[in-house]
């Protein structure tokens, strides 16, 4: 059974960079076949794709997000990462690491999500 | 960016009885790659159905899903007390993927 398990610091001060690991279980992800993805949802509000990477190191961000995302894979941790610059309280959310197919796109595996807060 | 549009934002309706939920893409989605995902408070969305119309495993077979094209529909049979929460779809044919506002299903 595949897990998924976000970390990272909770509070992130405005200008800063926030930064989460998700660490995958069950599975390697230098297997290849599934894109690692993070999205997020802004309090009490609906989901926002961030981004995904393949394990070879790909990755595609959602535009509105580019210039200040990147995210990365340690295939010999077995996690993936998040990096967002710039931070304002608009970043403040839960952000979820979840895994699709390469085939199909849906998301069946979520971490638990980890509330990340923008505030000095 | 495909965008997507759920209708109603809020569905009040007694255990019981049948809940249908509609999202609607403002392009065609080639290959139907639509997916639906139930969210409940404090938890991560899980998935319920994908490619428009297959259940995802462990799914009870009174959630189905149809459409095809740019109009899509997520019934629930009978609502099980369970059932009274968020619901997204999301489309996976083209990046960036996005999602649905959202359908809140609440006890009436």
């Known amino acids: 059974q595949v897990q998924l398990q976000e970390s990272g610091p909770g509070l992130v001060k405005p200008s800063q960079t926030l930064s989460l690991t998700c660490t995958v279980s069950?599975?390697?992800?230098?297997?290849?076949?599934?894109?690692w993805s993070w999205i997020r949802q802004h309090p009490g509000k609906g989901l926002e794709w961030i981004g995904y990477?393949?394990?070879?190191?790909?990755?595609y961000y959602n535009p509105s997000l580019k210039s200040r995302v990147t995210i990365s894979v340690d295939t010999s941790k077995n996690q993936i990462s998040l990096k967002l610059s710039s931070v304002t309280a608009a970043d403040t959310a839960v952000y979820y690491c979840?895994?699709?197919?390469?085939?199909?796109?849906?998301?069946?595996?979520w971490g638990q999500g980890t509330l990340v807060t923008v505030s000095s | 960016e495909i965008v997507l549009t759920q209708s109603p934002d809020t569905l009040s309706l007694s255990p019981g009885e049948r809940a249908t939920l509609s999202c609607r893409a403002s392009?065609?989605?080639?290959?139907?790659?639509l997916a639906w995902y139930q969210q409940k408070p404090g938890q991560a969305p899980r998935l319920l159905t994908y490619?428009?119309?297959n259940r995802a495993t462990g799914i009870p077979d009174r959630f189905s899903g149809s459409g095809s094209g740019t109009d899509f529909t997520l019934t629930i049979s009978r609502l099980e007390p369970e059932d009274f929460a968020v619901y997204y779809c999301?489309?996976?044919?083209?990046?960036?993927?996005?999602f649905g506002q959202g359908t809140k299903v609440e006890i009436k």
């Open positions: 979840a895994r699709a197919g390469a085939t199909s796109g849906s998301y069946r595996y």
């Open positions: 069950g599975g390697s992800i230098s297997s290849g076949g599934y894109y």
């Open positions: 990477i393949y394990y070879s190191g790909s990755t």
């Open positions: 392009q065609s989605l080639s290959g139907s790659y």
């Open positions: 490619g428009a119309s």
């Open positions: 999301q489309q996976y044919g083209s990046s960036p993927r996005t």
